[in-house]
């Protein structure tokens, strides 16, 4: 989608500080991070949100982007949580699928970084 900033930093229109990329997917460091580690995984292609009709490749892509991105900001040792916000009663800012991934730092067991 040509307005679509997450579409623009996958395809290199606008370059941001990635992590791991394939030709499916990619990961760069979220722009406001809510924890030590904060990367985001976003498909090439734009789809919405998971409530959306994904291939399975992309799905798996991002499940191996996640592993990916756990080794290489060595977090897949201590832990890290992965989500995903979809729709409005979700806060969904930024309308292109992506999963947030965030660790380094214990998380505690409240989902929400505010109810910590
Ligand atoms: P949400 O749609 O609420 O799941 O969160 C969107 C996230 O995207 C939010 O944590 C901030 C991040 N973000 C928004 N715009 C940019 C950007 O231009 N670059 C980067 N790296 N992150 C962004």
């Given at each position: 989608m040509?307005?679509c900033?997450f579409c ?88 292109h ?20």
């Amino acid at each position: 989608m040509s307005d679509c900033i997450f579409c623009k930093i996958a395809n290199h229109e606008i370059e941001s500080e990635y992590v791991y990329e394939d030709d499916l997917v990619c990961a760069f460091r979220d722009a406001s991070p809510e924890a030590p580690v904060h990367v985001l995984v976003v498909p090439k292609a734009h789809y919405v949100n998971l409530a959306d009709d994904i291939p399975a490749e992309v799905l798996v892509a991002m499940a191996h982007a996640v592993r990916e991105v756990a080794k290489r900001t060595g977090i897949d040792k201590t832990g890290f949580r992965v989500v995903s916000n979809a729709g409005k009663d979700a806060d969904q800012v930024v309308q292109h699928l992506h999963v947030h991934v965030l660790g380094g730092e214990f998380l505690g067991s409240a989902i929400l970084p505010e109810q910590r």
